[in-house]
């Protein structure tokens, strides 16, 4: 039974028993921000096992992409050299939100795996764990299932009260409860036991399906508080059950893995299909392309750091192969072919996907060649045999240098690495990653409220309310004085709450005696917060108020907000379909909109784009809004912006020529584009690999903002003497005479620097029977110390040269010792010895070394020494 015929039939099994099909959500959670990955099947659906959320549904299946590469569940290091570690897999869930429990879940299971109209795997195969105390799961099993007691194990606590292998939690705080576990026995011919035994880390009792009951909700203090409606999360790996369905043992065994690994071999010219490397390159190449398609990208802080370090681990495991040319992108076509029916954005985005792995691997290539230049040097210039920790840790964390190529490099010059030093560095690392991670907040954390704001923004910007609840420094309370921060929820409010890009409404609260100035609105639950100061009188619950949001700054914001729109549509049609938002920023000055692009966007692209949005603002076409649920959306050709929630019920906003926009969104936006007056494209610029980034101004800011053009226009027309027209040749001309006076200048210096060498070599003095020559120079240029002492060496023939210079309070030092010396004198010895001296350090080549150090006051005493220093080098 094929993958692809698993993940249908499991979806189709829980559909006919009445579960709602639910689509895969991104691998970036939207909801939690314990997590870095999404890295099961429940976490979409965390909120509404909280009871924070509602779904038209209380039955749902899903396959949804998992990674855990980072974090908490991090299986980075294993993949490849196991049977059954994936950075990239999919988890087959159902879930059950207050609707059956225990017995139906185990009996949904139990049919599934062994009913003959679905995978019919025989019964004796499977054996069962509980935990320890569930009596109710194990009777289910043994008294209606009717497995044989000596094939139901229970699984007790271990070290604590819960911390059991069955009693599963999402993490330290939240929705939490007793799970049973499916294991399948490979058979006698492999070696392990079953669970809980000895043995049981063997590979012949294999977990396939956990069936988690949710209780509970734990708190921050270890509280276990029964949650409203019980309710039943499983999960069950799709590449796992493929190997059992396969009567394979490794994952990687299995039909879509051995397709993969064959295109792997064939980009990296590797027959053996064993190859424990070819393994790494075949995960991979899943949890990169997703991890893309999902708007993470490589860069070097949180998730796009974690997808940089997997990139760059696949390219040196084919490197290894033997394969230095640029080739992982290439399998993202042999992964479309795989995955590309189940997941159609693998289709939609593979040109991008691709761009974006090319770009890191011609990235990583100048990597390797500087990190090479760093460790050159640190070898050079080292002590003994054992390269630092310190440098190791340098090589890899600010030049992304594997530690095993420095491992081999070492070992071809018969080196040794320090990797306890190496191992301390990355401790102290790991220590400040902790101390500054966002990913392990108390999930419970806020304001815990109540009901839900009803929100009147859309038509009214003010409107009368009442204070449903107060919070100071996050604390319920019923009143607030002058010069309080207080939190205020409404019973209604016209103030929009940050979302989807949009910042939130500022104005102000009026009630009889009071007033508070609200400086920002932000979304917590259902409700809309608003966050100020109380500046008049004293607010206290219950009170009736007028809300009053400030018109200039949401009218500003509005039509920024409704440019942002047409601008997509047109990096759309002048870019390529691939183009897809990944974040936004609108408020009352300007609009950021980053998205998806291989490359700058040339000037007469940005030109075109901004034409097609200012024809569109200039037609005043009605902006139009409707409310549908998602299918319905989707049929209209709705595009879903980056980073919103949706929910059951969502808002379609069309607006531009022959339906030139159609995207979800619940922001604020013009009742006519002609209202956004004009936009102007001010910025454009890459923030990440494959992100590229335009900033704009619309309304009165883009006339404000054309009229300041005009001015710095005038003043350079003014000071170049020419006219509008004649700008660029005149600045092309000012450009090239500056490059011609430059290079005029450094062939000066060089000749002035060839006639000071010329007339240095005679003060070279001799030191046992060897020429030195050390000097302090005044108005040299210090690049050009370098070229002086080549000259001088070719000038004595055979000596040793120190020579220094001061300027704006930094010290320049170069020494040189020509080659018949180096066995008795090393520059990069004289070069330390001189800088030690003068606050700095240096390093280098035998022959030549450079460095350098900051205090001047010094630098004739630490030149003088240099002639000891010879002499006692000498002997």
């Excluded at 979800?664 to 002609?674: A, D, I, M, N, S």
Aim: one cysteine or more.
């Amino acid at each position: 039974m094929k993958t692809t015929a698993i993940r249908s039939a499991f979806l189709n099994y829980f559909a006919s028993k009445q579960h709602q099909i639910v689509a895969s959500s991104s691998l970036v959670p939207g909801n939690d921000p314990t997590l870095l990955f999404t890295n099961a099947g429940m976490v979409q659906f965390k909120d509404v096992f909280l009871g924070d959320d509602k779904r038209p549904y209380n039955r749902a299946t899903t396959s949804q992409r998992c990674v855990r590469a980072g974090g908490k569940h991090n299986d980075l290091e294993n993949v490849g050299y196991t049977a059954r570690h994936h950075t990239f897999f999919e988890m087959l869930g159902n879930f059950s939100f207050g609707d059956y429990f225990k017995q139906d879940a185990i009996r949904f299971a139990w049919e599934f795996l062994t009913s003959s109209e679905w995978l019919n795997i025989p019964t004796e195969k499977l054996w069962v764990t509980v935990y320890q105390e569930d009596d109710e799961a194990f009777d289910v099993w043994s008294q209606t299932i009717g497995v044989p007691v000596d094939r139901i194990i229970r699984i007790g606590d271990k070290g604590g009260r819960y911390n059991s292998d069955n009693f599963w939690a999402m993490g330290d705080t939240g929705p939490c409860g007793p799970c049973t576990e499916i294991f399948y026995d490979h058979g006698e011919g492999i070696w392990g036991g079953p669970p809980g035994s000895p043995e049981e880390d063997g590979d012949r009792y294999i977990e396939i399906w956990n069936v988690v009951f949710m209780q509970y909700n734990r708190g921050a203090d270890g509280t276990m508080a029964p949650l409203p409606k019980p309710s039943v999360d499983t999960g069950m790996g799709l590449e796992r059950i493929a190997a059992v369905m396969q009567s394979v043992h490794s994952n990687y065994e299995i039909d879509l893995f051995q397709n993969l690994l064959k295109a792997a071999a064939k980009e990296t010219g590797t027959q053996d299909l064993e190859n424990k490397s070819l393994r790494v390159i075949a995960d991979h190449i899943r949890s990169c392309s997703f991890l893309v398609i999902d708007g993470v990208t490589p860069s070097n802080e949180g998730r796009g750091y974690v997808v940089r370090r997997i990139i760059r681990r696949a390219i040196r495991h084919g490197n290894q192969l033997g394969q230095k040319q640029p080739f992982f992108h290439k399998l993202v076509a042999s992964l479309v072919t795989e995955m590309g029916d189940a997941y159609p954005e693998l289709l939609e985005q593979q040109a991008l996907v691709e761009r974006v792995l090319l770009q890191e691997e011609e990235q990583f290539a100048k990597t390797l060649d500087k990190g090479m230049k760093v460790l050159e040097e640190a070898i050079s210039g080292m002590e003994g045999t054992e390269i630092p920790g310190i440098t190791i840790f340098t090589l890899y964390d600010t030049y992304g240098f594997p530690v095993d190529l420095t491992n081999d490099i070492a070992r071809e010059r018969e080196l040794t690495l320090d990797m306890s030093g190496y191992e301390q560095a990355m401790e102290q690392q790991r220590e400040r990653a902790r101390a500054s991670s966002k990913f392990g907040m108390d999930y419970n954390a806020g304001l815990n409220i109540e009901g839900v704001t009803e929100f009147t923004g859309y038509q009214n910007l003010s409107g009368q309310s009442a204070v449903r609840a107060l919070f100071v420094d996050n604390a319920p309370c019923d009143r607030a004085a002058v010069g309080q921060q207080v939190a205020v929820v409404l019973n209604q409010t016209p103030f929009y709450a940050e979302s989807g890009g949009q910042v939130g409404d500022q104005g102000e609260l009026v009630w009889n005696g009071g007033r508070l100035v609200v400086r920002d609105t932000q979304k917590e639950g259902d409700n809309h917060v608003h966050l100020g100061e109380v500046v008049e009188g004293e607010l206290k619950t219950g009170v009736s108020l007028t809300a009053k949001v400030t018109a200039e700054s949401r009218d500003a914001t509005r039509c920024n907000h409704s440019a942002t729109h047409l601008l997509h549509a047109a990096l759309r049609q002048v870019l390529g379909d691939h183009v897809t938002q990944k974040g936004s920023l609108v408020d009352d000055e300007r609009l950021r909109f980053d998205f998806s692009h291989f490359e700058s966007v040339k000037p007469e692209q940005l030109r075109e784009i901004e034409r097609i949005v200012n024809e569109q603002i200039r037609a005043n076409t009605v902006v139009e809004t409707c409310v549908t649920d998602m299918d319905s959306a989707r049929e209209l050709g709705a595009m879903a912006l980056f980073g919103e929630k949706y929910g059951d019920s969502v808002r379609v906003l069309t607006m531009g020529q022959d339906r030139f926009s159609v995207e979800l969104c619940g922001g604020t936006h013009v009742e006519r584009t002609g209202d956004i007056g004009s936009l102007v494209i001010t910025a454009e610029a890459g923030i990440a690999a494959g992100v590229r980034r335009i900033e704009a101004v619309t309304a009165e800011a883009a006339g404000q903002w054309s009229e300041c053009s005009e001015v710095v226009i005038a003043q350079l027309c003014a000071q170049l003497k020419g006219s509008r027209e004649a700008l660029p040749e005149k600045v092309q001309q000012l450009q090239d005479r500056n490059r011609h006076l430059e290079r005029e200048l450094d062939q000066l210096k060089q000749k002035l620097a060839s006639a000071k060498g010329s007339d240095l070599a005679a003060d070279a003095i001799e030191v046992a029977g060897i020429k030195l020559l050390a000097e302090n120079l005044d108005g040299v240029d210090p690049k050009s110390l370098r070229d002086m002492v080549d000259q001088l060496k070719n000038k004595l023939g055979s000596g040793v040269v120190l020579l220094a210079t001061a300027a704006e309070g930094k010290v320049s030092l170069a020494a040189g010792v020509t080659k018949d010396l180096t066995a008795r004198i090393k520059a990069g010895d004289l070069l330390k010895m001189v800088a030690s001296q003068v606050g700095g350090k240096g390093g280098g080549r035998p022959d030549f070394a450079q460095g350098g150090g900051t205090d001047v006051n010094a630098l004739p005493a630490a030149v003088a020494s240099v002639e000891g220093w010879v002499k006692d080098q000498l002997g």
